[in-house]
T-cell receptor, first 110, second 114 residues
Framework: QQQVKQSPQSLIVQKGGISIINCAYE??????FPWYQQFPGKGPALLIA?????SEKKEGRFTISFNKSAKQFSLHIMDSQPGDSATYFC?????????FGQGTTLQVKP | ETGVTQSPTHLIKTRGQQVTLRCSSQ?????VSWYQQALGQGPQFIFQ???????GRGNFPPRFSGLQFPNYSSELNVNALELDDSALYLC?????????????FGPGTRLTVL
């Protein structure tokens, strides 16, 4: 059962561009919507997260947009930098259990 | 403040053996969750421990078991290892309680089963 679907699978963006990654989910009981960033050989690191009572949250260059009725949320990375090149996971959760998407590999070209 | 640490970093075992992985949670956190990440995939939830009790389990067989100690550190045990158990095992700690809190991940233990 694929509860969380992430797109695109991979993304190539020029330095300074905008990276957009989408996440669609099925379980309406999810109460926490984070994005994690993972570099090769490392554990996932929390990037930004949102609760369902808010439609948008911005932290620096990173923004989450949340559409409860469509059961989707997205990550926007403004002014993308080569150091942002990593794998990104959405991981909506409920009662402490996070369900990870398949991941999006982002490459930012200098 | 110390982050989440895991040991060992890498481990090689043969099919049928048993393995124990260890995790020290972040200071002040009373909840530990374990995830399995196969190559090229997203992490999959194995189980969670809150104040030394199992508090939710994913779709993993009983040969995956765990413990949480009074200092909130945790162990993941896997019996009768299979080739498909080869993966990165991640531990995450959080403040716990009701609802879903931010989980902070350790660097993981890379397990290879031959």
């Amino acid at each position: 059962q694929q509860q969380v679907k992430q797109s695109p699978q991979s993304l190539i963006v020029q330095k300074g561009g905008i990276s957009i990654i989408n996440c669609a989910y099925e379980n309406t009981a999810f109460d926490y919507f984070p994005w994690y960033q993972q570099f090769p050989g490392k554990g996932p690191a929390l990037l930004i997260a949102i609760r369902p009572d808010v439609s948008e949250k911005k932290e620096g260059r990173f923004t989450i947009s949340f559409n409860k009725s469509a059961k989707q949320f997205s990550l926007h990375i403004m002014d993308s930098q080569p150091g942002d090149s990593a794998t990104y996971f959405c991981a909506p959760g409920n009662t402490g259990k996070l369900i990870f998407g398949q991941g999006t590999t982002l490459q930012v070209k200098p | 403040e110390t982050g989440v640490t895991q040991s060992p970093t890498h481990l090689i075992k043969t099919r049928g053996q048993q393995v124990t992985l260890r995790c020290s949670s972040q200071s002040g956190h009373n909840t530990v969750s374990w995830y399995q990440q196969a190559l090229g995939q997203g992490p999959q939830f194995i189980f969670q421990y809150y104040r030394e009790e199992e508090n939710g389990r994913g779709n993993f067989p009983p040969r995956f078991s765990g413990l949480q100690f009074p200092n909130y550190s945790s162990e993941l045990n896997v019996n009768a290892l299979e080739l498909d158990d080869s993966a990165l095992y991640l531990c995450a700690s959080s403040l716990g309680g009701a609802g879903t809190d931010t989980q902070y991940f350790g660097p993981g233990t890379r397990l290879t089963v031959l």
